[in-house]
C-alpha cells in the first residue's frame, strides 16, 4: 500500500512516535537530530510532558522520517498553497524506494550532521544539493549509475540557472557546451 493510501489511524502522535522508534530501533537523540529538536523535547513529546508540537515544519520532518504523511498527526494544518512537483526530489524518493530503503535507513548512511538537511530535502522544504560532491556522496549510497548522477545534477543545475533568471532557451548554445564540457571532465575523473 503506498503512502498516500495508508489509512489514518486516530492514536496519539506521541504513541505513534514512541512505537515507530522502537519498531525500528531508533535512538531518541538521532530522531532528535533528524528532525532538528533537542533530546530533552523528544523525550518531553513521547512522555507528553509537553503538547505534541503543532508547528509544521517539525511535524513534516518527523512524518518524512517516518515515512508518513504529516496529515497523519491530528495537530497537523494543511498549508494552503499545495507542494510544487519537483522532478528531482520525486527521483530521490524513487531511488530510496528501490533500494529497498525507509528513511531512516537512508538517513543512516550519512554521518550525523547532514541528516536534519537531507530531511528538509526529502519533504520537499530545501532543493537537492547543487554541489557534485554532494550529490555524488547521496548517488554512492543509492547506488545510482553514472549517467544517473550526471542527469539528476544537470536538471538539478538547469532548475538552479532557471531561479536565478538565467533563460536557457536564449543560451542554448552557452548551456549545451558548459553541460558538455561537465560530462568531459567527469569521464576523466572516474
Known amino acids: 500500500m503506498s503512502m498516500k493510501n495508508k489509512?489514518?489511524?486516530?492514536?496519539?502522535?506521541?504513541?505513534?512516535?514512541?512505537?515507530?522508534?522502537?519498531?525500528?530501533?531508533?535512538?531518541?537523540k538521532d530522531f532528535a537530530q533528524m528532525?532538528?529538536?533537542?533530546?530533552?523535547?523528544?523525550?518531553?513529546?513521547?512522555?507528553?510532558?509537553?503538547?505534541?508540537?503543532?508547528?509544521?515544519?517539525?511535524?513534516?520532518?518527523?512524518a518524512t522520517v517516518m515515512d508518513i504523511r504529516p496529515e497523519e498527526f491530528i495537530e497537523y494544518q494543511i498549508p494552503q498553497d499545495p507542494p510544487?512537483?519537483?522532478?528531482?526530489?520525486e527521483f530521490l524518493k524513487d531511488a530510496i524506494k528501490h533500494n529497498n530503503l525507509s528513511t531512516v535507513d537512508f538517513l543512516k548512511?550519512?554521518?550525523?550532521?547532514?541528516?536534519?538537511?537531507?530531511?528538509?530535502?526529502?519533504?520537499?522544504?530545501?532543493?537537492l544539493h547543487i554541489d557534485f560532491s554532494e550529490l555524488k556522496s547521496i548517488s554512492d549510497a543509492l547506488n545510482l549509475p553514472d549517467e544517473e548522477l550526471y542527469e539528476l545534477w544537470r536538471r538539478r543545475m538547469i532548475e538552479f540557472l532557471k531561479e536565478g533568471g538565467f533563460?536557457?532557451?536564449?543560451?542554448?548554445?552557452?548551456?549545451d557546451s558548459m553541460f558538455e564540457g561537465a560530462k568531459k571532465y567527469l569521464k576523466n575523473e572516474q
Open 7 to 28: 489509512p489514518i489511524v486516530n492514536e496519539k502522535s506521541s504513541q505513534k512516535v514512541a512505537k515507530f522508534l522502537e519498531k525500528n530501533n531508533l535512538h531518541k
Open 35 to 62: 528532525i532538528g529538536v533537542t533530546l530533552s523535547y523528544v523525550y518531553n513529546l513521547i512522555d507528553e510532558t509537553i503538547p505534541f508540537s503543532s508547528r509544521g515544519t517539525t511535524l513534516e520532518r518527523i
Open 84 to 89: 510544487v512537483y519537483n522532478e528531482n526530489l
Open 109 to 127: 548512511m550519512f554521518e550525523r550532521k547532514k541528516r536534519l538537511h537531507l530531511v528538509d530535502i526529502l519533504r520537499g522544504a530545501k532543493p
Open 167 to 175: 533563460n536557457i532557451e536564449k543560451n542554448k548554445k552557452l548551456i
